[in-house]
């Protein structure tokens, strides 16, 4: 877990249905920080590969949860930052994938 990033760790755990990311992820050897774990959820429901979960009757928001969604699906099959795997995938849907994807590759680069 420490060469994933902690979002392709929550996206795989929630397609694979595995329950709830903070509980299964208090369960590693090594757990990450709760505010770790919040933050990877909301980059997750903030590029779309998991829903915004509310429950109960005042439908407060769970900031640890969400359903995994078709696009997070799709991202968590492609072996790039999610954020990069949106601009692909949005690429695809209008028409500029080949931009999209030099794009991608530019912006993933590391500069010297």
Known sequence: MMK???????????ILNMGSSKALLALA??????????????????????TIDCQGENESFNEFDGDWTYLGEVMAGLPIDLRFGRLIMMGHVFGLLEETII??????TKSP
């Open 103 to 108: 794009i991608a590759a530019g912006l993933s």
């Open 4 to 14: 994933s990033s902690l979002e392709s760790v929550v996206l795989h755990a929630k």
């Open 29 to 50: 050897m090594d757990p990450p920080k709760l505010s770790g774990i919040r933050r990877a959820v909301a980059n997750l429901k903030e590029v779309g590969a998991i």
